[in-house]
């Protein structure tokens, strides 16, 4: 405000935090203003600060439980409320322990938000353990316990709202709160794995009944299909051969291989002791090499002596059996021709010898007619010779 010029004297009040007279003194550190001429007599507080002496305003203590550190300069009143965790007039109080949040009401010191787990009551100040061992969280009317809410392991709330145990075909527990099982035992699915798989599967997918494991001789989505009945069994009892295209898992039994275990070895591998035959699953290379004069090879095993293949493949000596069946059948196709061919000249020629000779003669039946025709025999004909007049129109009908 206005100064005096000479000595620039404050007339009236200093800025606020400062005093003397000329304002250039700072006030006590917890004043926002203070007396002019005394630097410890605050005649309002900072925010966040409050206190009162017999006469003056002091504000020597903090209101930091109140919301936005806001109180009232004499007696820190929390006049916006309190901060989470506190409780009552001057928010000095703390809120009981299991409230969540650490939230209360302020003059009731009821939790808000409701309680920490396993506790209950308008204050949070009863164990949900104390009415079941086994109850992790309640709920409650008021101060009364109403129904366990989520359970230990092993267990749920059933119907009752008592913690039960877990349906017996789950596999390692269940949902603590709903009860529905994290696996299935083998053999079930379901939500609560009380319904069965199909009959040849050993598990099912829990959610529908699509199988992923068969029983030992079966395969395919519903494990309805035989494996094939060479295929080795394991030392487990699942299914011996892959659920999706039936190639035997654990190899083939004696004497046969491939992925289906559905082809021969050769009959020419050497045998263990007991004369199985055994060769590789997937190429079908014998185990312990070929009997005494044939040799392995990527097609079988081949008879040395004759450079071919042995009776077991039997690949060459197939085809020299049938190039030599075609050769014959060739020679006998050239033998039978020839014989038609004769056969059939023979017959021209003996038709041609027959036209010569009827042509010949009716030549000369032509002739013999018509040497009668030119010179005609006249005679006299009555009614008694008839069989003169047949004679010659016989003769000469020839």
């Not at 309640?138 to 059933?158: A, E, I, L, M, V």
């Not at 002739?367 to 009555?382: D, H, M, S, V, W």
Request: with cysteine; net charge negative.
């Amino acid at each position: 405000t206005n100064c005096r010029k000479s000595d620039g004297y404050c007339w009236s009040a200093c800025a606020d935090g400062l005093t003397g007279d000329i304002c250039d003194s700072p006030c006590y550190a917890g004043c926002k203003t203070c007396h002019k001429t005394n630097a410890n007599i605050c005649s309002s507080c900072k925010t966040g600060r409050y206190g009162k002496d017999a006469y003056n305003l002091t504000c020597n203590n903090l209101c930091n439980t109140c919301v936005n550190n806001s109180c009232t300069a004499q007696y820190g009143h929390c006049d916006q409320g309190c901060v989470n965790g506190f409780k009552g007039y001057y928010c000095t109080d703390t809120c009981p322990r299991h409230c969540l949040n650490e939230t209360c009401e302020r003059n009731t010191a009821a939790c808000v938000h409701g309680c920490d787990d396993g506790y209950y009551g308008l204050k949070c100040s009863y164990s949900c353990m104390r009415v079941q061992s086994n109850c992790l969280v309640c709920s409650s009317n008021g101060n009364k316990f109403s129904s366990c809410t989520r359970c230990t392991n092993g267990s749920y709330p059933g119907s009752s709202g008592k913690c039960v145990q877990c349906e017996p075909n789950c596999s390692g527990g269940c949902n603590s709160s709903t009860g529905v099982c994290y696996v299935c035992v083998d053999g079930y699915r379901g939500s609560f794995c009380n319904v069965s798989c199909t009959s040849n599967c050993k598990s099912c997918l829990q959610n529908n009944d699509e199988c992923n494991v068969c029983k030992e001789d079966f395969w395919g989505s519903d494990c309805l299909n035989n494996c094939s009945t060479n295929c080795k069994h394991g030392n487990d009892s699942i299914s011996i051969c892959d659920i999706n295209f039936a190639n035997c898992k654990h190899g083939c039994l004696p004497e046969s291989h491939g992925l289906h275990c559905s082809l021969l070895c050769d009959k020419h591998c050497l045998a263990f002791e007991g004369g199985a035959l055994e060769c590789n699953q997937m190429n079908g290379q014998c185990t312990l090499g070929c009997e005494n004069g044939y040799k392995q090879t990527d097609t079988g095993c081949i008879n040395d002596k004759i450079g071919g293949y042995g009776a077991g493949t039997s690949g060459a000596a197939v085809g020299c059996a049938v190039g030599g069946v075609v050769s014959l059948l060739a020679i006998a196709l050239v033998i039978g021709m020839f014989i038609f061919m004769s056969r059939r000249r023979r017959k021209d020629i003996n038709s041609g010898i027959k036209a010569d000779a009827r042509a010949d003669e009716e030549a000369r039946t032509y002739e013999q007619l018509q040497g009668r025709t030119e010179q005609p025999i006249y005679q006299n004909a009555n009614d008694n010779d008839t069989d003169n007049y047949a004679v010659l129109f016989a003769d000469t009908n020839i």
